[in-house]
Nanobody, 126 residues
Framework: QVQLVESGGGLVQAGGSLRLSCAASGRTFNTYTMGWFRQAPGKEREFVAV????????YYADSVKGRFTISRDNAKNLMYLKLNSLKPEDTAVYYC???????????????????WGQGTQVTVSS
């Protein structure tokens, strides 16, 4: 069993920055691919970024590439998502997730992930 808890969301003006954290517990954290997803009101949950177990491989959705950075600290059982140059369309609930199988190269769909956090709200005002 894996427990995930996100934090760091909030209200920010367009162009601003936030750093989201995901604290993991319950299993050996540093052997799994992890990802961030987001869900805006009335929309499907969508892929944002993924990171390999070692942190050496990362992929991003085109909509956030160059603005968001995913990272992890396996010693602390933490994963991060740094959000820069935020836009109103980035407003969503952001979720972290763990995939027990597969690698960062092919974990971009929400049904490939096994555990989810409760989410943290990010609201970007124009």
């Amino acid at each position: 069993q894996v427990q995930l808890v996100e934090s760091g969301g909030g209200l920010v003006q367009a162009g601003g920055s936030l750093r989201l954290s995901c604290a993991a517990s319950g299993r050996t954290f540093n052997t799994y691919t992890m990802g961030w997803f987001r869900q805006a009101p009335g929309k499907e949950r969508e892929f944002v970024a993924v990171i390999s177990w070692s942190g050496s491989v990362t992929y991003y959705a085109d909509s956030v590439k160059g603005r968001f950075t995913i990272s992890r600290d396996n010693a602390k059982n933490l994963m991060y998502l740094k959000l820069n140059s935020l836009k109103p369309e980035d407003t969503a609930v952001y979720y972290c997730a763990v995939a027990l199988t597969g690698s960062a190269w092919d974990r971009r769909a929400k049904n490939q992930y096994d555990y989810w956090g409760q989410g943290t709200q990010v609201t970007v005002s124009s």
